[in-house]
């Protein structure tokens, strides 16, 4: 990555959060700072959600997106989208229907529609570096050289060369009021299967909220949603009592003991934040009360 790209991904991430956070300085929700900061990311063609999504091993983008409201424990999920600007918003109008959590292709774009949602060709995802990874795919598929590590808001860029590409957006954020959420989204992995689903959209697997701590994460998708990582985490908070740093320490650990790659950002209801992955690195940022901006990377 070059320093220049560097540059203007550290500059989206930190135009992420201050949108987020400046939905909660005029006292919104956690929610709702978690769907701007993500809204954000999707339509920064640099990430790997919305405007920059990777591409199938048939040539199109399929994206997907989930949220969680810690305060009702509401949730809401979309995936196989292809014509959604922004799936994080669709899922939360899935969640607000009341009747609904989880919704996939035409019938969930029909919905977007009816909700009055920006909707877009499917050509307006096309971006010439994701198409070149597409490319890249086919001519060493356990090789492929990452050229661009995918970089995450308040979660984790999994980036293993045995692999080919994933990466995920994603928030989490704490109100005034002590509430919670989650929110993430993604485009999957680079020449994934036609009709793959990842942990991303999965409440439990990529997303979790609840009274006590919200998670975001990211990496090996098909392994976050066998270990349930998301809910194994905040479980392990309730129950064992354990605190997020630990609890998700615990969780990566054993998932990558599984053979999976990634990891996971959580806040809790304290406003204590923690990221922790294996895998390579990953970029993220934080911005508290003061407007005071801690970035992270490894």
Same mark, same amino acid.
Request: proline share 3%.
């Given at each position: 990555?070059t320093?220049?790209?560097?540059? @203007? +991904? !550290?500059?989206?991430?930190y135009?992420a959060t201050? !949108?987020?956070?400046?939905? +909660?300085?005029?006292?919104?929700?956690?929610?709702?700072? *978690?769907e701007?900061?993500?809204?954000?990311?999707e339509?920064?063609?640099?990430?790997?959600?919305?405007?920059?999504?990777?591409f199938t091993?048939d040539g199109?983008?399929?994206?997907?997106?989930? +949220?969680?409201?810690?305060?009702?424990?509401?949730?809401?999920?979309a995936?196989?989208?292809?014509t959604v600007k922004?799936?994080?918003?669709?899922a !939360?109008?899935?969640?607000?229907?009341?009747?609904?959590?989880?919704?996939?292709g035409?019938?969930?774009?029909?919905?977007a529609?009816?909700?009055?949602l920006?909707? *877009?060709?499917?050509?307006?995802?096309?971006?010439?570096?994701?198409?070149?990874?597409?490319?890249?795919?086919?001519?060493?598929?356990q090789?492929?050289?990452?050229l661009?590590p995918e970089?995450?808001?308040d979660?984790?860029?999994?980036s293993n060369?045995?692999?080919l590409?994933?990466?995920?957006?994603?928030? *989490?954020?704490?109100?005034?009021?002590?509430? +919670?959420?989650?929110?993430?989204?993604?485009?999957?992995?680079?020449?994934?299967?036609?009709?793959?689903?990842?942990?991303?959209?999965?409440?439990g697997?990529g997303?979790?909220a609840?009274?006590?701590?919200?998670?975001?994460?990211?990496?090996?998708?098909?392994?976050?949603?066998r270990?349930?990582?998301?809910r194994?985490?905040a479980?392990?908070?309730d129950m064992?009592?354990?605190?997020?740093?630990?609890?998700?320490?615990?969780?990566?650990? @054993?998932?990558?003991?599984?053979?999976?790659?990634?990891?996971?950002?959580?806040?809790?209801?304290?406003g204590?934040?923690?990221m922790t992955f294996?895998?390579?690195?990953m970029?993220?940022?934080?911005?508290a009360?003061?407007?005071?901006?801690?970035?992270?990377?490894?």
């Amino acid at each position: 990555m070059t320093p220049n790209e560097e540059k @203007e +991904l !550290r500059s989206g991430l930190y135009k992420a959060t201050e !949108r987020g956070y400046a939905v +909660l300085k005029k006292g919104g929700s956690a929610l709702d700072a *978690v769907e701007e900061a993500v809204r954000a990311l999707e339509d920064n063609p640099l990430f790997n959600a919305g405007k920059g999504s990777v591409f199938t091993i048939d040539g199109v983008n399929q994206l997907e997106a989930s +949220l969680m409201d810690g305060k009702s424990g509401a949730a809401g999920a979309a995936t196989l989208l292809t014509t959604v600007k922004n799936p994080i918003s669709l899922a !939360r109008k899935v969640m607000e229907s009341g009747r609904h959590v989880f919704m996939c292709g035409p019938g969930a774009e029909k919905y977007a529609m009816e909700q009055g949602l920006d909707m *877009v060709h499917s050509s307006y995802f096309w971006t010439k570096h994701r198409w070149e990874q597409h490319e890249r795919g086919f001519f060493s598929p356990q090789t492929v050289e990452l050229l661009h590590p995918e970089p995450i808001v308040d979660s984790t860029a999994s980036s293993n060369p045995s692999e080919l590409t994933m990466g995920t957006v994603g928030a *989490v954020a704490i109100d005034s009021m002590g509430h +919670l959420a989650a929110a993430t989204s993604t485009g999957g992995m680079s020449n994934k299967w036609n009709g793959r689903i990842g942990d991303t959209p999965v409440i439990g697997a990529g997303t979790w909220a609840d009274r006590n701590v919200a998670i975001s994460g990211t990496g090996t998708g098909e392994l976050f949603i066998r270990q349930g990582t998301s809910r194994y985490v905040a479980s392990r908070v309730d129950m064992l009592g354990e605190e997020a740093g630990k609890a998700s320490t615990t969780a990566i650990s @054993e998932m990558k003991a599984m053979g999976g790659d990634g990891g996971v950002i959580c806040i809790d209801s304290n406003g204590n934040f923690w990221m922790t992955f294996c895998s390579e690195g990953m970029y993220h940022e934080v911005i508290a009360p003061g407007d005071n901006h801690i970035s992270h990377e490894s």
